[in-house]
């Protein structure tokens, strides 16, 4: 497992944009995949979006898609996610997950959270 620390949450209006940040301790970033994960309140966790270990291919929610985008960069060891068009109902708290990038795995490692909050 590796560590893992998000930023970059806040408070903004509908139709305003974040960029999340997730921080990793892992000597070798690229052999995770990673994801985000968020959580509204009340509601089980649900996917967002991943990337592969090499930013080749991503994935999203489509409750995302066309406004949310992730990306990496192995020399930071970052992975990020920019949203544009924030809407209330993206409101929860955003969790980045790693795993190995590697056949069969899950993600295992998770940072602690940070807090998205849109206003109407």
């Known amino acids: 497992q590796v560590q893992l620390v998000e930023s970059g949450g806040g408070l903004v209006q509908a139709g305003d944009s974040l960029r999340l940040s997730c921080a990793s301790s892992?000597?070798?970033?690229?052999?995770?995949?990673m994801g985000w994960f968020r959580q509204a309140p009340g509601k089980e966790r649900e996917f967002v979006s991943r990337?592969?270990?090499?930013?080749?291919?991503?994935y999203y929610a489509d409750s995302v898609k066309g406004r949310f985008t992730i990306s990496r960069d192995n020399a930071k060891a970052t992975v990020y996610l920019q949203m544009n068009s924030l809407k209330p109902e993206d409101t929860a708290i955003y969790y980045c997950a790693a795993r190995l990038a590697r056949v069969g795995s899950d993600f295992d490692s998770w940072g602690q959270g940070t807090q998205v909050t849109v206003s109407s």
């Open positions: 892992a000597r070798t970033f690229s052999n995770f995949d």
């Open positions: 990337i592969s270990w090499n930013g080749g291919t991503t």
